[in-house]
């Protein structure tokens, strides 16, 4: 087992990154490698299938959220963005993906549901910009679990254990260090790609509006593809961490524990205590309140219904 960055770096150091992973876990579930890669191209198929459904919109369970990537993908189509293809496709592809999760649609977690538009929207739209090859892509989606796997043998990895730098945060670092080895970085360009990724999210807090994973979520996996892009960007241009990453990820956990209850994933502090953010709440509540009635109305009625039958 490979317990720390510091031991992946010097079991690594001159090898393929993904190889090291596979084979790792060839040893510690006794899976073959072919049925690790064959199960990774199921969800890189997924998450293409995912993005592909989520350009086309649909308001969310919530409904907070829901159109934004169709909208994105409007004035990308029609030549209103500013961005380059590559950023613009990353933001489009994440937000498309957390569409379809607000809509309880079909997506592959990474490492969670909340976080689950950070890693495709960066993988997808470099394999797409850059035509890469997809078993390119796999082999990434390897580093990057590998990546989260170290990180969560210190870290629980939920909004709710130690706010949203835990997942969001977490996501950038595995997509960093997955972009990284896409473009041919070695394996100490790819840790401190998350490493970079993942110092700059420190802090970051949980505070879904209404208790709903939507507002500010569908879009902060957005912002927080292009961070990832731009920490592997440094990486492969030579920017090292100071802050070794195994020290970073130590910190994220102290910083989680510090981090008030309110500003994990309780809906009692941060953006969900704001005016707008108290009205959602509570107007979400009352929904689910009339919901309720409205189920019980049909059960007395129908309870009502039996009895008269039976005379």
Do not use: W
Request: proline residues 3%; neutral net charge.
């Amino acid at each position: 087992m490979i317990e720390s960055f510091k031991q992946l770096e010097q079991i690594a150091k001159d090898r393929d990154l993904a190889d090291v992973f596979l084979e790792t876990d060839e040893q510690e579930h006794a899976v073959p490698r072919d049925q690790i890669l064959e199960a990774l191209r199921k969800r890189r198929a997924v998450m293409r299938d995912c993005v592909e459904r989520g350009k086309n919109g649909g308001l969310s369970m919530g409904k907070l959220v829901g159109n934004e990537a169709k909208l994105l993908n409007e004035a990308f189509q029609n030549g209103k963005t500013f961005l380059d293809p590559l950023t613009v496709k990353a933001e489009l592809y994440a937000l498309s993906v957390m569409g379809e999760n607000s809509r309880m649609g079909v997506i592959v977690a990474a490492p969670t549901a909340g976080a689950g538009g950070v890693v495709p929207g960066m993988l997808l739209a470099l394999e797409e910009e850059r035509k890469i090859d997809q078993e390119k892509t796999v082999r990434a989606l390897v580093v990057a679990g590998g990546i989260g796997s170290i990180i969560a043998l210190t870290a629980n990895i939920s909004g709710a254990a130690g706010g949203c730098q835990n997942e969001v945060g977490v996501a950038s670092s595995m997509g960093a260090a997955g972009v990284a080895y896409m473009m041919g970085g070695s394996t100490r360009q790819s840790i401190h790609a998350a490493a970079l990724a993942l110092k700059n999210t420190l802090g970051l807090v949980c505070d879904p509006v209404g208790g709903l994973v939507e507002v500010p979520c569908v879009k902060r996996n957005a912002l927080f593809a292009v961070h990832g892009l731009t920490a592997a960007q440094l990486a492969l241009a030579g920017v090292e961490s100071v802050i070794p990453m195994d020290e970073i990820v130590e910190a994220m956990v102290r910083i989680g524990r510090a981090l008030p209850r309110g500003l994990k994933e309780t809906a009692e502090g941060g953006l969900a205590t704001t005016v707008t953010g108290c009205e959602i709440g509570q107007r979400i509540k009352d929904e689910a309140n009339q919901r309720r009635a409205a189920r019980a109305a049909e059960r007395e009625r129908a309870a009502q219904e039996r009895k008269s039958a039976i005379k």
